[in-house]
């Protein structure tokens, strides 16, 4: 394992009645405030009506900013910002998914810089040490933006998406009340339950000795949390246990904590972010026909142990099987969940996507250093030949 330091000092509320605190953690930032949401269906469920109700009890002035895009725009963030600037907003109040909190984390880093344009942040890599203040509202367990530091902003003029990282976007407050998820669609639901399980095992589990035991029983335990609750949820959408289960484990997938003395890689995201900027499809459908193509074309004598790891403790493959062998029935049963369980298209054939902007779409990946690293490092060929098994 690495050295590491861990700190995360946004507040949560989890829970059915933990409301009552949200004008008294928007109150210490101001009382000018842009509401950023997405499509309306806070104002079906009547979320937006609660939400009106407890901040005109305070006299906290609200200013509003819908329509945020499921792949976040940076002409939308760039909307948020220039509101910003006019009314002068104290605070951002998030409430939603991970776009909108995404699209937020963007509102607060460009309302702080001259021009209000938050894509040469974005495009130019800034670590954002100074923004407004976010609180957040969770309405779909997926991204764990709730809780971390990081955004990823779409500019589909020039067919990017590109994440905005720094200290400042960690919101100060989230409220997580699984109930507010309740009213999700099943496909919402599975897409992001399989981005919760993808941030795990994209991001650390294949850390190889740059991890120790604890941290890899965590990160089993949230990757088998998903796989036991989502089905549940599907079933039965108002189950409130599960709803929980979800809510909870996208938070703990990218707070910090399951990262501790590791290292990222995160080759499924970059891959899947080039298929959200080119055709603008959902987040977690595309990890989730990227994912086992992936392991599938990493497969080697180096990687069969922890691919293998992966099955048996996840999946209760048997642990008796050769490690090749069991290696392929852990990507089988990842195929499966993915396929069969989750319900959703296997294919980039299945989303109407060809095989025309692949090798554009390979290059841009590996962009940071002409190369993905992780449990094997792929140049721009290995990512056009893994989009090509995704037809």
Known sequence: MNDFIFHNPDRVYFGKNQMEHLAEEILKYGKRVLLVYGGGSIKKSGLYDSIMKLVSNNSIEIF???????????????????????????VILAVGGGSTIDCSKGIAAASLTENGDVWPLVSEGVWVTEALPIVAILTNAATGSEMDGWGVISNMDTNEKIGLGGSALIPKAAFENPEYSFSLP???????????????????????????????????????TVVKWVPVAMKNPENYEARANLMWASSMALNGVLDGG????????????????????????????????????????????????LGVKIFGVAEELEQMDGAQKAIDEVS??????????????????????FKEMAEHACCMDGVITGPMTLKPSDVESIYKMCL
């Not at 509003?64 to 104290?90: Q, S, Y």
């Not at 399980?197 to 949230?222: R, S």
Request: charged share 20%; with cysteine; hydrophobic share 40%.
């Open 64 to 90: 509003e900013l819908a329509g945020v895009e499921p792949n976040p725009r940076h002409t939308t963030v760039n909307r948020g910002a220039a509101i910003c600037k006019k009314e002068k907003i104290d």
């Open 186 to 224: 099943v496909y919402q639901t599975v897409c992001g339950a399989f981005d919760i399980f993808n941030h795990v095992l994209d991001n650390y589990y294949f850390a190889g000795d740059a991890t120790f035991d604890l941290i890899m029983e965590m990160q089993e335990a949230v990757m088998r």
């Open 262 to 309: 590791s290292v990222h890689g995160c080759a499924c995201h970059f891959m899947e972010h080039e298929l959200s900027a080119y055709y603008d499809i959902t987040h977690g459908h595309g990890l989730a026909i990227i994912t086992p193509r992936w392991l599938q074309y990493i497969l080697n004598e180096n990687t069969a142990a922890a691919i293998y790891r």
């Open 336 to 357: 499966a969940f993915c396929f069969e369980t989750l319900g959703l298209k296997s294919t980039l054939t299945d989303l109407n996507i060809t095989n025309e902007h």
